[in-house]
């Protein structure tokens, strides 16, 4: 491994290294193998693209800190995740240091097209080292991977390994120990055609922009393959100078029609299917290196069912049932314990703390507000736990390809499917999963209909309102079963078509072109599974005791204050509600909503649903007196009573079929989230998509109501 | 695909309308400059090899060795020059 030049020697205090590689190469087996549980899991300031952060040791037991960048297949962006790796590397975010040295990692049994990142990033000049991961999987193709010789060739240390059964690690921790390793000996002939403008680029970027001589030079060549660079927050723009340059030599090409990009990565490929020939010896008998694959052979032929017309879409029915069925049946065990540990919390606190505002506080405002929202962490983790699982094995890129016919004639692609799905059970993570989606129009139209995705915070307020609905004690299970897919149905249509409004004016953009690895079908690491569960709860519970636990004490304060005056001692307790700020907005809205059938006091559920829609319940608990009981069917059943008894001052029944029929429908179709808006605004980078999202569903709702119940009434219902 | 692109590559097609099951080879690139640069990025620029494994769009390639989903649009990007049967 002889080196043209050494590195300085990595500075003293722990070096930062960085992680990359395509995606579906294993980066993320290998990140957990080299920090273990030694990571931190926050994001990218700005941009909602996930930043982990890890200690891990040399095999001397030297700390150091690796940043593990979201997959790429190129430094020329096309989603914010790449943007991101792109700006870390190239030293463009404040709010991450430069890595020092950088691990490429590559999966062996597809090299030609891992490396096309790694030449890019030979570029940089600074010192890398190169992982062939999936070995195993290589040699089983009947490959022989010359990994000494891809080594020699590029002047970097390059370390066979099977990071899925820890195989190499310890030879990439004694690489890591290395206090001198050298600079990649990479040199690859720049087109001459583009020459001039790369080195003018250069010149101007380490004049005007002060990068170091090589970085400019990466920098540079990157500029002319970055037709539209995607740009994120938190990254630093180029010099007007610089801009300048650039710009001209882009008229200068487009009028004498040179293909910069073309030519730039035609010259990379050339040079890196040399590499590839030397590096790979194919099977004796293989035409081909890599088709005789018996990994991919089996692949194609799970994609023959799995992918198929009809038994594909057979099987993804049959996944989603299972997935659905796990996240609302087995869910509900875990599910009770919550309910009973937040009981048994509550109690132990109330005896703690004397009666009295502050006691109120910490019990129905503080940990009400966290366990109504904790309660619904089994189904987070359930949901994680199955998209991890269809995630490990590969099959979420064919359901994605099977979704892509259906999402396509709404002007989505398949991306689209995973953040909608995960909807389902709660928006939150659904929005966040909208990350993985390139064109920024889709993204946001997904991130703009997903909460019309009945989440499982509705499913309580569905079940109470069916209940009040029918007259009998026992509801039919066709009608519950009925009025509740015909809720999910209404959801689910509202999202497609909004989708396909969005698309059509707001959002309009050309049809997305999807283009989509199909990683081979593996089987799932269990323990990366596991993994991603932990983050994914972490971060919720996170949300739940930092932002919702401050929502829910603001909600409480406006549910309870101003106190009622001291006469009205002895009143029933609507009256110190009616009294305080909720109990005004209730008041102050009610002409608003009276055209949907509601009054006041369903017009506090309304607001007091911004906290979790499920607290309506709740609220309507306190509005109605109704005595709580320990036996929660008990309480539900009086709660019931409660609503059909209801009446308005009139004397007639407030909850009437058609009422409850409209509620539903309004909580169907509104915006009634302020963990959701809270979410929009961090993806969206601002205020203005989620208060756009808040207008226009909520103004859906109304409307949808407002037609329902007036026609209704006049039908005579 | 455009005409231009047509009276260049008379023996050519768009993918999309290659027969499952045959190989062709990529002729040309069209559409928008950043997918076409991805495309060559992934290693399926011109003059690259293909086979179309499934048919009705979305369709499922393998380029050199890995498995690719292009949706009927990408695909109709893509000009290739058939070479006859799967191996």
Redesign the interface.
Known sequence: MSAPSPAPAAPRSAPVYALVGNPNCGKSTLFNALTGLKQKVGNYPGVTVERKVGTAYTQHGQPLTLIDLPGA??L?A?SPDEAVTRDVLLGRRADTPTPDRIICIADA??L??NL?LVHQILDLGRPVILVLNMMDLAAQAGLTVRADHLSRELGIPVIPCEAAHGKGLIELKLALSRPDLPLPRHAWDIPAALAPAVSELQASLSAQDGKAPLVARAEALLLL?D??PVRVAGSTPLSAATARILESWKQRWSSDGTDC??TL??AR?DAIGRLARETIVPPATG?????A?AT?AL??RI??VA?H?VWGWVIFASIMATMFLGIFTLAGIPMGWIESLMGWLGDHVSALLPPGDFHDLVIDGALAGIGGVIIFLPQILILFFFIGLLESTGYM?RA??IM??VM?RVGL??KSFIPLLSSYACAIPGIMAARTIEEPKDRLATILVAPFMSCSARLPVYLLLIAALVSSNEVPLGTQVGLMLLMYFLGTAGAFAFAWLFKKTLLRG???????????YRLPRLRDVAWQMWERGAVFVKRAGTVILALSIVLWFLANFPKPPAVAEGEPPVDALAHSFAGRAGHAIEPLIAPLGFDWRIGIGLIQSFAAREVFNSSMGVIFAVEESDDEAATQAHLRDALRTAVRPDGTPLFTPLVCLSLMVFYVFAMQCISTIAVVKRETAGWKWPLFQLAYMTGTAWLACFILYQVGRALGF | MSATLARLYPESLPLCQLPAGESARVQALS????????????????RTFVTK??G???F?C?V???????????AA?ILVEPTGLR?
């Open positions: 297949y190129s020329a096309r049994t597809n030609e097209r096309y393959t037709p539209d990009s073309g990565v035609a490929y035409a081909h290196p890599t088709a694959d991919l692949s194609d994609d023959a992918t017309p890129a994605a390809f892509d016919r396509s692609n398949g050309a049809p997305p072109l999807m283009i989509m690895e199909l990683p081979p | 559409g928008e400059t950043a997918f076409c640069q991805r495309l060559r990025e992934l290693g399926f620029g011109e494994i499934s009705r769009g979305p499922i393998v050199n060795g890995c498995r690719l989903a292009l949706s009927h649009d990408a990007c191996k």
